[in-house]
């Protein structure tokens, strides 16, 4: 049946929880597990006739937009089984259009996966977020198993890759010769763009992606290049068509752009508030300033603009010595570690 769309959004991202609250671990300031308490006598199992309709109806719900995110949460999602998950695709594949793709995410506390769920998450590209909570004694203290037991030992830092084989330097020049300083990422206030746009540069500023600034944007910086959102291929020409990567954010997670652009070969700016510190080596494949500082900016950026020997040889350097991981070699890694730890256990 057709869903009436009067009014509705194209595209919006829904988290769904399949065992309801229920968890498999026991964080003292879980907001989520007393939620049971709720649903006397229920199972937590989302059945499969309601998978089904579930998949169905938000893939027709977005059928003007070419991607469909389906998101999944907990609780502990895992819980569910690794066949879940495997039908849940299964029904995606099979109600997906011509030409639309699915975005599979799944966030979880990490402690039932093994090689068998890692290969699953890598030949359906899961975006996957695994909660942790920081140094040992904080993460002992708040974060318990239902047994009681301590968990900062079960887990360990991990790094997120980059499609090595998309995101990568090519000759391509979609916005004309240099200098090209592009920002890519969503167009809101928290990303701080306009520090980036109202600095007085020769050459040209790109901004990819959508948001909530963007008419305002477009309209107070007519020189500026807005492209609107860019995925996939064009994203990547984007990319390999700039010569400098700006991104002067005040608040975020990781910055999945600044992998990205890396691993496109651009030099990075960026500030403390994104994994900007972890990502680039100072002055060797980007720079980190602060980031209520356009005069840093400015600085730097104009620096960039009047040196462009200096720039290339930080571009070969960041791309022939500090190339991001791919996710190949991030999945090659986990099922290595998942088999040293099996055969510790049997
Ligand atoms: S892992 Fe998440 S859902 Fe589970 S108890 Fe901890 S905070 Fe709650």
């Given at each position: 049946m057709a869903i009436a769309r009067q009014g509705a959004p194209d595209a919006f991202h829904l988290l769904t929880k399949p065992t309801g609250a229920v968890c498999n671990l026991d964080c003292s300031y879980c907001f989520f597990l007393s939620k049971e308490m709720l649903y006397p006598g229920s199972r937590f199992r989302m059945a499969d006739e309601l998978l089904e309709a579930y998949i169905e109806q938000l893939i027709e719900a977005h059928s003007q937009v070419p991607e469909?995110?389906?998101?999944?949460q907990g609780g502990e999602p895992t819980l569910m089984g690794l066949d879940f998950f495997r039908r849940s695709v299964e029904l995606a594949e099979a109600h997906l259009r011509p030409g639309q793709r699915a975005a599979y995410t799944i966030q979880t506390n990490g402690t039932l996966l093994d090689p068998e769920w890692a290969a699953f998450f890598r030949r359906y590209n899961f975006f996957i977020g695994v909660s942790l909570d920081g140094p040992e004694e904080f993460h002992n203290h708040y974060r318990r198993s239902v047994d009681g037991e301590n968990g900062f030992r079960r887990t360990m830092h991990w790094t997120r890759g980059v499609d090595a084989a998309l995101f990568r330097p090519r000759d391509v020049r979609l916005f004309g010769d240099g200098p090209v300083f592009l920002y890519v990422g969503r167009v809101a206030v928290e990303k701080n763009i306009e520090t980036f746009l109202r600095l007085d540069l020769p050459g040209k500023k790109v901004v990819v992606g959508g948001g909530p600034m963007l008419a305002a944007l477009r309209a107070r910086y007519p020189r500026a290049i807005f492209t609107g959102k860019k995925l996939g291929e064009e994203l990547a020409e984007c990319y390999a068509s700039a010569d400098v990567f700006v991104?002067?954010?005040?608040?975020?997670?990781?910055g999945m752009v600044l992998a990205q652009a890396a691993a496109s070969g651009l030099p990075v700016l960026t500030t403390p508030h994104s994994a900007g510190a972890d990502l680039v080596h100072?002055?060797?494949?980007?720079?980190i300033l602060p980031a209520r500082d356009p005069s840093a900016f400015a600085e730097r950026l104009a620096w960039c603009a009047?040196?462009?020997e200096?720039?290339?040889?930080?571009?070969e350097h960041a791309y022939?010595?500090?190339r991001p991981r791919s996710w190949d070699d991030v999945a090659a890694d986990f099922t290595a570690l998942c088999e040293r730890t099996l055969a510790v256990a049997s």
């Amino acid at each position: 049946m057709a869903i009436a769309r009067q009014g509705a959004p194209d595209a919006f991202h829904l988290l769904t929880k399949p065992t309801g609250a229920v968890c498999n671990l026991d964080c003292s300031y879980c907001f989520f597990l007393s939620k049971e308490m709720l649903y006397p006598g229920s199972r937590f199992r989302m059945a499969d006739e309601l998978l089904e309709a579930y998949i169905e109806q938000l893939i027709e719900a977005h059928s003007q937009v070419p991607e469909v995110q389906i998101a999944w949460q907990g609780g502990e999602p895992t819980l569910m089984g690794l066949d879940f998950f495997r039908r849940s695709v299964e029904l995606a594949e099979a109600h997906l259009r011509p030409g639309q793709r699915a975005a599979y995410t799944i966030q979880t506390n990490g402690t039932l996966l093994d090689p068998e769920w890692a290969a699953f998450f890598r030949r359906y590209n899961f975006f996957i977020g695994v909660s942790l909570d920081g140094p040992e004694e904080f993460h002992n203290h708040y974060r318990r198993s239902v047994d009681g037991e301590n968990g900062f030992r079960r887990t360990m830092h991990w790094t997120r890759g980059v499609d090595a084989a998309l995101f990568r330097p090519r000759d391509v020049r979609l916005f004309g010769d240099g200098p090209v300083f592009l920002y890519v990422g969503r167009v809101a206030v928290e990303k701080n763009i306009e520090t980036f746009l109202r600095l007085d540069l020769p050459g040209k500023k790109v901004v990819v992606g959508g948001g909530p600034m963007l008419a305002a944007l477009r309209a107070r910086y007519p020189r500026a290049i807005f492209t609107g959102k860019k995925l996939g291929e064009e994203l990547a020409e984007c990319y390999a068509s700039a010569d400098v990567f700006v991104f002067p954010t005040i608040q975020d997670g990781f910055g999945m752009v600044l992998a990205q652009a890396a691993a496109s070969g651009l030099p990075v700016l960026t500030t403390p508030h994104s994994a900007g510190a972890d990502l680039v080596h100072e002055g060797r494949t980007g720079w980190i300033l602060p980031a209520r500082d356009p005069s840093a900016f400015a600085e730097r950026l104009a620096w960039c603009a009047a040196n462009r020997e200096g720039l290339c040889a930080v571009v070969e350097h960041a791309y022939s010595r500090f190339r991001p991981r791919s996710w190949d070699d991030v999945a090659a890694d986990f099922t290595a570690l998942c088999e040293r730890t099996l055969a510790v256990a049997s």
